[in-house]
Structure formats: C-alpha cells, structure tokens
C-alpha cells in the first residue's frame, strides 16, 4: 500500500460505500467497513480545511536567506 | 611569345595576387545558400560548405561570431550571411568567413525553438515516462512569474474561488528581457532547495514569440526538467506551445488554467465527501434495521411447547373425528349389506318353494333329505313335508 493522500483515502472511501451498497457483506464486516469509511471522510474533510489560507512573498536577501513577507496584492 | 618579356611567378607571388584580388573585389558581401558538410572540431568553430544547384564553397563560421547566433548550423538549413571572401595560402583554397547567419524564412528565433524542441525531445524531456504526478491536494504551492503581472492576480483569484484555504507562495521573476531566463532558473532552483512547497506553478501571461523567450530557453528547460517538485505551467494563450510547456509535468494552456489544475474546487469534494458520509450511515443503518426485522420474523416463527401441543391436540382432534366417521360409515356399509343378503335369502327360502308345489322327501329316522333313490328300501319310512302338514309314508316300490 502506498503513502495515504487524499486521492487514496476519497478512492477507499467510495469503494467502501459501493461495497456496502452490493449487500454482500455479513454484519461484523459491514461495520468494520462502515468504521474504516467513516474514518476516511474524517481524513478528507481534515485535509481539505488543514492549510492555512496565506499568501507570501519568497525572496533571497543580500547574504542568501530566505525572507517570506506577506504579499500585497 | 617573346621569352624576354616572359613574366614568371612564384607560387607566393600567383597566390598572393589571387588573394588580393578576391579580398580586394569582395570584402563584405552577402550571400546565400545552403548549409552542408557541416562540422565542429574541438575548436568550436564550424566548417561547412555553402552550396546551392550548381556549386559550392568552403565556408567557416568562428566561434566569436557563433555565440551571436540564436540557432544552430546544422546541415539542411537555407541562409543568407554577411561574409569575406578569403583565401588561405598554404593550402591554396579560398573560403567564405561569415560574420553573420540568419536562416531563411521563418526566422532566427523560430529556427532556435524548432532546434531545441527537437534536440530536447531527442534526449527524452519530453517523455512521459519523465513526468511526475502532479498532487490531488497540495498543502502548498509555489507560483513562479511576475508579481506585478495579471498573471499572478489570475492564479491567485482562481485559487481562493476554487479552495478558499489555499496556501500560495510567490517567487517574483522577470518574465521577459535579459535577466529572466537566469530568474527563472534561479527561481526553480531556490524552491527546489528549500522544499516547502508540493507545486510549482510557472507562468506568464500572453506575448510574441520574442517575449517568451526565456520560456524556450535551454537553462530554463532543463531547470523545470530536474526539479524535483512537480511543475504546471501556464504560458501565455492556448496557442503558445513553449519549450518549458513540453518539458513541464503538465501543461495548461494559460495560467488561469494552470490554477485550475493546481486547485480543485474545494466546496465540489466536501460535498461528495458528505454524500458518500451519509451514504454510508443510510447504509449501515438499513443494514441493521434488515437484520433486525430478519432476527424479528425468524424469533416469530420459532414454536413454543404450547404450540407443539396445540398443534398434536389439533391433529389428535382430526384422527378421532376421522376415526369415528369412517366407523359409522363402516357400520353403514355392514348394515346394507346384511339387508341385501337378507333379500337374496328371502327369495331362496324353501317355504316359497313348497308354495308352489313342491315337496320335501326325507328319512323319517334321521331326518335325511333324499335327493336320490338309490339309498332307499322297500318299507323305508319316509317323512314328506309338504307347504302345509307333513305325511308319514312307507315305500312300497323303487323306480331305479
């Protein structure tokens, strides 16, 4: 399994869902299912409101640093 | 021919003369035609030779005046330049010095992208198997272009419609005059190092083929080739095709499109995330509720000792009322019976017999009926019944 995204999280959580709409799962594995799907909503909706709304300025000042100001638009 | 007035020439002299004659007549001149034989040797200078249909000549191009030159002499190419003719002593052969080349037709710019694209696509930039997956959702992206320009008020409008929470850097550059190519190089270069961001975002706003110029650069090629960080750009208008597009991870053909492939609409994948949440608890929820109503209807069918023992009385019940019909049906059945034989006796009955005449012929002695004569003796007492009274006789004669 590779690192866990948003992408792969959306992806499992729509997998879960048909999964659980095919009606074939027995009792433990649907809310086992149902736990893990709601867990990865969780995820999603975490990642989509985590970044900090910001927008900065990167430059190099004279010795070479990184300076970051606020940009004014 | 007068052997006195005979003019002799030392090679020199003949060589020099002839040199003199063609630099003299043709210091500068311009010429055309195409380039062909061409090579460079460690010197860096180009050789070539200039043809057209019918003839050719040497020709060099030094490496001073090569750095000039936009493109690259490669065989194939129609030009016109600006040249001296010269001729080289020692070996007696006279070739053209170009000053300056310019290709034919389409132009010296034009000419140096088609030479770059396809030098670059020879070694593989542009292969897809090259180009890094740009990020679904990326926590930070980096937006290299002018400050100043519309393109960065584009980018940085459609960002925050699309997902209002975005977390942009901005690295300003030239986008175009001499010092941009080195910006932009330096700019990949500076963002590749320190690694904040998961996007870069290189742009431009529309322009001529002159103004985008650094974006079909060979520097700025390769630095969006190895950077690390996966690369969109979005250079000028949809029909602007620039080396740094090729190269890129994914092209968008302007930066307001390139915005929209960094960002996704943020409020679009909310929603499907809570439609496929609620899918889920309706899921769950009905599953249960099923179940429930399975375990319901099975505990209701389940039989209870009461009911067992209803159910035998029910059954004991039957039986008996089964029991008792078919024995008065049997008794029926016997009694009809009894009274049809009681008939069929009635009519055997010898008394109805003797009603009409006939007689009953038996030994008196043992009450014998005699069927037979044979058996019988004279004076044998007989008993005759008759329908009415009996006779007692005795046999006087045996008919045989």
Redo the contacts between chains.
Sequence with gaps: MGKK???TA?KK??E??KQ??S?A?D?ED??KK?ET??KE?KY??D??????????????DNSGN?Q?KP?K? | MVEENRQIYTVSNLTRKIKSLLEDNFPFIWITGEISNCSVPGSGHSYFTLKDNNAVISSVMFKNQKSRLKFNLENGIKIFGLARLSLYEPRGSYQLIFEHIEPEGAGATQLAYEQLKKRLADKGYFDDKYKKPIPFISSKVCIITSATGAAVQDIINIAQRRFSNSNLEIVSVKVQGHDSEKEIVNALELINEYQRSDLIILARGGGSLEDLASFNSELVANAVFYSKIPVITGIGHETDFTIADFVADLRAPTPSAAAELAFQDKNALKNKIFKLNENLKNLIKNKIFFLNNTVFDLKSRIKTPQIIIYDHRLRLEEYESRLHNNFLRYIKHKKEKLLYLTDVLNSLNHESILKRGYSITRFFKDKKVILNSDRIKKNDKLEIILSKGKLITKVEKING
């Design positions: 995204t948003f992408e959306l959580l729509e879960i869902v659980m709409e009606n799962l009792l649907a809310v149902y799907g709601i909503a999603c909706l990642i989509l409101d985590k970044t900090e709304k910001k927008i900065s300025l990167l430059s190099v990184l970051e940009f638009q």
